[in-house]
């Protein structure tokens, strides 16, 4: 069975511009979460979708928005790129949102903003 | 104070060794517990999950849960160099169904 599923697996964009990453959960997983990891830190939560329906969000500017699509994949969106916006993005998904259900995560994407 | 604090390490051990992870924690409303391995360059893999006190056990690994000490801890039994990764606890629990994680602690298990 697939695990979860990222794209592209790396991406170097300029300031200022706009960057989607896409995300495929586990066949059967309904929720996707989004983290941003910076190198030598724990990841840090951005968006949680569940049933299509933003559900929560961490402390992240609104240039940060994400949707969640009727086949439970997911894009994140980032706008007005900076350079401190160079991370790994991780996707994981799990099968519902509650506390008790452990999160499955993606290979990530790796952005640098230069 | 961080609500999820994990020494970065790196902890450098011989091939074989016992090794001792360590997070300490400040909301005592966390109730799962889980430790993550992560390869240099790739996703989190859930390893141990575990709720609320107690051991549990897989394989060479062993993760304990203190929550009257807010401690909790993997052990990792004759280790491997294939172990050298870095390792990331994770918590929930309290109304809050997002995971914090901690920032990961960088093993090194040489041959």
């Known amino acids: 069975d697939a695990g979860v599923t990222q794209s592209p697996t790396h991406l170097i964009k300029t300031r200022g511009q706009h960057v989607t990453l896409r995300c495929s959960p586990i066949?059967?997983?309904?929720?996707v979460s989004w983290y941003q990891q910076v190198l030598g830190q724990g990841p840090q939560f951005i968006f949680q979708?569940?049933?299509?329906?933003?559900?929560g969000r961490g402390n992240f500017p609104d240039r940060f928005s994400a949707r969640q699509f009727p086949n439970y994949s997911s894009e994140l969106n980032v706008n007005a790129l900076l350079l401190g916006d160079s991370a790994l993005y991780l996707c994981?998904?799990?099968?519902?949102?509650?506390?008790?259900?452990?999160?499955?995560f993606g290979p990530g994407t790796r952005l640098t903003v230069l | 104070q961080k609500e999820v604090e994990q020494d970065p390490g790196p902890l450098s051990v011989p091939e074989g060794a016992i090794v001792s992870l360590n997070c300490t924690y400040s909301?005592?409303?966390?109730?799962?517990f889980m430790w993550y391995r992560q390869y240099s360059r790739k996703g989190p893999e859930l390893l141990m999950y575990?709720?609320?006190?107690g051991n549990k056990e897989d394989g060479r690994f062993t993760a304990q849960v203190d929550k009257s000490s807010k401690y909790i801890s993997l052990f990792i039994r004759d280790s491997q160099p294939s172990d050298s990764a870095t390792y990331l606890c994770?918590?929930?629990?309290?109304?809050?169904?997002?995971?914090?994680f901690g920032r990961g602690t960088s093993l090194i298990v040489h041959p």
């Open positions: 994981a998904s799990s099968f519902r949102q509650g506390a008790s259900d452990t999160q499955y």
């Open positions: 066949s059967g997983h309904k929720s």
């Open positions: 979708y569940y049933e299509k329906e933003e559900r």
């Open positions: 909301n005592s409303a966390f109730q799962y």
């Open positions: 575990t709720y609320s006190s």
């Open positions: 994770a918590m929930s629990g309290g109304g809050s169904y997002i995971p914090t």
